[in-house]
Structures are given as structure tokens and as C-alpha cells.
């Protein structure tokens, strides 16, 4: 499954600080992915990190990739109210069955 | 329940012909559709959304006198590639949220590969 497992389920932070969230996956990697997604909106991509890269850098995004442990991070630095949103993360580019987990549902608080 | 059908999984075509591609909601009514593409190894990139009896929203930088989309009913969606050319050979997937049956969450369907040749 190119399902990712996110963590946390839900994280509240007043505007300025950094958010932290988490995936895991279970299969090989390709790439794995980021989307954001606004309230009643669709998905929209942030960044993708491909296998042989350990950490990537977009904007106030970071994000990091550890194969060994099967794991991603996506840091948001220096958060803004517009930064409220579900996140989640989708491993591999395949054309497999497309699926997402529920995602980290971030508030920033203003 | 909260099932797309995608329409069709793949499709080769000509250069310069067009293509439509179906995603019906099969037990809930679709109030809105996303329509996403993807190029191998790369993410899904959101194309445009469109609410049901409305016109659609494209995303920037996506074509929409290209892209067509109609929504005209709370069951279908469609996309239509007007002249495709070989750098639109793509994956092509729909999702959908709802009312009437719909269970939450966002619904995709199962893709159409497009090859233009």
C-alpha cells in the first residue's frame, strides 16, 4: 500500500512556532510526498523527497527521510494561521490503488 | 460504500485527437471532484476542482481550455484531453467528496493512464 501512517493525529500551535509531523510507511520507497489540504479543498502537493535524499529544504518547509526506520518528518517553520490544514504523507509515484491515511490535522493558532 | 468509478484505466490515442475521461460516484452523490495528474516517479498535482453545476477551478499553470471539465451531475464528472500531444501522456485521477451516502473523507477513484502516441 503507498498509504503512509501519520503522526501526530492532531497538533495545535500558536502562530511562530514550528510543527513537527511525522509518517511511516511499510513498503520500499520510490519517493515519498507531501500534500497539504484546506478544509473541503484538494490535495496539493508541497514537496517530494526521493530515496537517496536524507533531507530537503522548501520555503519554511523541511523535510527528512530516514529508509532505515521507514520514516519522514515534515517540519513547518515559523508557522502562520494560513498554515491550518491536514497533512499527509504518500509514498512512491507507482500507479498503484491511491490511498492516503487520515493525516495530521494541524490549527495554528494566531 | 463512497466508490469511484474511473473510466477509461487506460487509453492509447493519436496525436491531435482528443480524450474524455469518466469518474462516476456509484453510491453517493459527488458534490465536488478533484481532478489530479500524475507524471511517473512524481507526485499527484491537483488539476482542478469542480462543484456540481458549476464551472471548475483550475489550478495555475493548468490549461483549461485543454483540460475540459464537466460536472454536470451529482454522479459524473468528466475530463476531457483536447488535442493531445505526447507530453500529456499522464496519469489522470479523479476524487471526490459528497453528500448522500458519502462516508467522509476523500474518495479516488482508480486512475487512467493515458498515452498519446
Known amino acids: 500500500s503507498q498509504q503512509g501512517e501519520e503522526d501526530p493525529q492532531a497538533l495545535s500551535i500558536q502562530e511562530g512556532e514550528n510543527a513537527t509531523m511525522n509518517c511511516s510507511y511499510k513498503?520500499?520507497?520510490?519517493?515519498l510526498q507531501w500534500y497539504r489540504q484546506n478544509s473541503g479543498r484538494g490535495l496539493v502537493h508541497l514537496i517530494l523527497?526521493?530515496?537517496?535524499?536524507r533531507e530537503k529544504h522548501s520555503g519554511r518547509l523541511r523535510v527528512t527521510l530516514d529508509t532505515s526506520k521507514k520514516s519522514s518528518s515534515l517540519l513547518i517553520t515559523a508557522s502562520r494561521a494560513a498554515d491550518t490544514a491536514s497533512y499527509f504523507c504518500?509514498?512512491?509515484?507507482?500507479?498503484?490503488?491511491?490511498?492516503f491515511g487520515t493525516g495530521t490535522k494541524l490549527q495554528v493558532i494566531p | 460504500g463512497a466508490v469511484v468509478s474511473q473510466h477509461p484505466s487506460w487509453v492509447i490515442c493519436k496525436s491531435g485527437t482528443s480524450v474524455k475521461i469518466e469518474c462516476r460516484s456509484l453510491?453517493?452523490?459527488?458534490?465536488?471532484m478533484f481532478w489530479y495528474r500524475q507524471f511517473p516517479k512524481q507526485s499527484l498535482m491537483l488539476m482542478a476542482t469542480?462543484?456540481?453545476?458549476?464551472?471548475?477551478?483550475?489550478e495555475q499553470g493548468v490549461e483549461k481550455d485543454k483540460f475540459l471539465i464537466n460536472h454536470a451531475s451529482l454522479t459524473l464528472s468528466t475530463l476531457t484531453v483536447t488535442s493531445a500531444h505526447p507530453e500529456d501522456s499522464s496519469f489522470y485521477i479523479c476524487?471526490?467528496?459528497?453528500?448522500?451516502?458519502?462516508?467522509?473523507?476523500?474518495?479516488f477513484g482508480s486512475g487512467t493512464r493515458l498515452t498519446v502516441v
Open positions: 504518500r509514498n512512491s509515484g507507482g500507479y498503484q490503488k491511491v490511498t
Open positions: 476524487s471526490a467528496t459528497g453528500q448522500g451516502g458519502w462516508s467522509g473523507g476523500y474518495t
Open positions: 523527497i526521493r530515496s537517496n535524499e
Open positions: 453510491d453517493f452523490q459527488a458534490t465536488t
Open positions: 513498503t520500499s520507497i520510490n519517493n
Open positions: 469542480s462543484n456540481e453545476g458549476s464551472k471548475a477551478t483550475y
